[in-house]
């Protein structure tokens, strides 16, 4: 099992920054590719970034591609979404999530570990 938390959302004005860190603990994170997700309000959850084990490779949505960054520190078992250049339309609820076979996949169903959640929201 992997217990993910986690952390660092908030209210921002649009064009501001935030970055959300998402702990992992239980068995060995550093072996796992983690994924970003987030839901709006009405709306499915959707894939927003996702890194290997290594952090060797990297993959996002377009919509975020240039305006956010994600990375992790296996030493810290943590994994970071760094969200710059924020728009309204980037309110949502962000989860973080693991998977246990190291392949990059955009896809929900494919992750088998997920967290609580945490709140985003972009003033105009």
């Known amino acids: 099992q992997v217990q993910l938390v986690e952390s660092g959302g908030g209210l921002v004005p649009a064009g501001g920054s935030l970055r959300l860190s998402c702990a992992a603990s239980?068995?060995?994170?550093?072996?796992?590719?983690m994924g970003w997700f987030r839901q709006a309000p009405g709306k499915e959850r959707e894939f927003v970034a996702a890194?290997?084990?290594?952090?060797?490779?990297?993959y996002y949505a377009d919509f975020v591609k240039g305006r956010f960054t994600i990375s992790r520190d296996n030493a810290k078992n943590t994994v970071y979404l760094q969200m710059n250049s924020l728009k309204p339309e980037d309110t949502a609820v962000y989860y973080c999530?693991?998977?246990?076979?190291?392949?990059?996949?955009?896809?929900?169903?494919?992750?088998?570990?997920w967290g609580q959640g945490t709140q985003v929201t972009v003033s105009s």
């Open positions: 999530a693991a998977r246990s076979l190291d392949l990059l996949t955009t896809t929900p169903t494919d992750y088998n570990y």
């Open positions: 239980g068995r060995t994170f550093t072996s796992y590719p």
């Open positions: 890194i290997r084990w290594s952090g060797s490779s990297t």
